[in-house]
């Protein structure tokens, strides 16, 4: 069974940093793209950054650029993202998931995990 755990999220003021990781278990996240997800309460679901398996892509929406770097340790199954300079907007539910195809749709996804808040305070 495939599971994906994030932790990390928290409340934080403008301008501040957090990291967001996400654990993977039960088949092998080396060889899988990962990405991150946000929703804001009363949005959609949202791509936020994503990773190809080796690190040789990544991706991200270009309200984060700049500010969030997607990263990963495959030996350690474990999915980061790095947030710096926090602003207001970036408050919801973050979510990793792991990719079957590409795309930054939640439909190109296949697992995911339960979320993480993180709020941002101005």
């Known amino acids: 069974q495939v599971q994906l755990v994030e932790s990390g999220g928290g409340l934080v003021q403008a301008g501040d940093s957090l990291r967001l990781s996400c654990v993977a278990s039960?088949?092998?996240?080396?060889?899988?793209?990962m990405g991150w997800f946000r929703q804001a309460p009363g949005k959609e679901r949202v791509f936020v950054a994503g990773?190809?398996?080796?690190?040789?892509?990544?991706d991200y929406v270009d309200s984060v650029k700049g500010r969030f770097t997607i990263s990963r340790d495959n030996a350690k199954n474990t999915l980061y993202l790095h947030m710096n300079n926090l602003k207001p907007e970036d408050a919801a539910v973050y979510y990793c998931?792991?990719?079957?195809?590409?795309?930054?749709?939640?439909?190109?996804?296949?697992?995911w995990g339960q979320g993480t808040q993180v709020t941002v305070s101005s």
């Open positions: 039960g088949r092998a996240f080396s060889i899988y793209g």
């Open positions: 998931a792991d990719r079957r195809s590409v795309g930054r749709l939640p439909e190109n996804y296949t697992y």
């Open positions: 990773i190809s398996s080796a690190t040789i892509t990544i």
